[in-house]
């Protein structure tokens, strides 16, 4: 009898800064919705920029005490917002909505209030490259930092153990590729889907 399971690819980066403030990780997955973290110091006269920093795409905008969207890139309208009654608490975090492989890059979040100006950046895994061919499913992804962890998963959860190799190698530019191959057993459906994983992490 044949069983059918969603196949899951994950890539996890750990990073440690020197900071008093702990940093969040953030997966976001394929069409869904997600929430990049950004927060400042509490303070009066609030002003919040979000940006793509690739082409300095103009993502969202707050001053005044409201939304700003008259420079918003059209790619991004209607998918962005803001925790409205968290502002005042210090939270600048940005939600976007039905998530894409475009929204892949390097975002940087700009705030100001009468006490100074901060900012701090939001940078996703590359692209995971995801092949299957008969039994093997093949996931890779190349140019992150720091080094990455990958590991496979099922939905719903499964007791059968794979088999799998995984290789990471480090590039002259101090970067990190990784690649991973899976067997899957002859009990398993060749129907499986392979759902990609769009992994953000903050980092200061």
């Known amino acids: 009898m044949f069983k059918a399971w969603e196949i899951f690819c994950s890539l996890i980066n750990l990073v440690f800064v020197c900071s008093d403030v702990s940093d969040t990780e953030v ?65 600048a975090s940005l939600q976007l909505t ?38 093997r499913i093949s996931c890779r992804s190349e140019g992150i930092y720091p080094e990455p962890q990958l590991s496979w998963s099922t939905s719903p959860p499964s007791n059968t153990t794979f088999t799998n190799t995984t290789k990471v190698e480090r590039t002259e530019q101090l970067l990190y590729n990784i690649s991973s191959s899976l067997m899957l057993s002859a009990a398993l459906s060749h129907q499986n889907t392979v759902r990609k994983y769009v992994n953000f992490f903050k980092y200061q």
């Open 98 to 135: 039905s998530v894409e492989v475009q929204d892949e890059g390097r975002y940087k979040c700009h705030t100001s209030t009468i006490k100074g100006n901060q900012e701090s950046f939001v940078t996703p895994v590359n692209k995971v490259k995801i092949d299957q061919v008969e039994n």
């Open 27 to 91: 997966s976001c997955v394929f069409m869904e919705r997600c929430v990049l973290p950004c927060s400042f110091k509490i303070g009066n006269e609030i002003v919040i920029h979000w940006f793509k920093t690739k082409r300095d795409l103009h993502v969202h905008s707050f001053y005044y005490s409201r939304d700003q969207l008259g420079n918003q890139d059209q790619y991004y309208r209607n998918r962005t917002s803001l925790f409205k009654d968290q502002i005042s608490s210090g939270n």
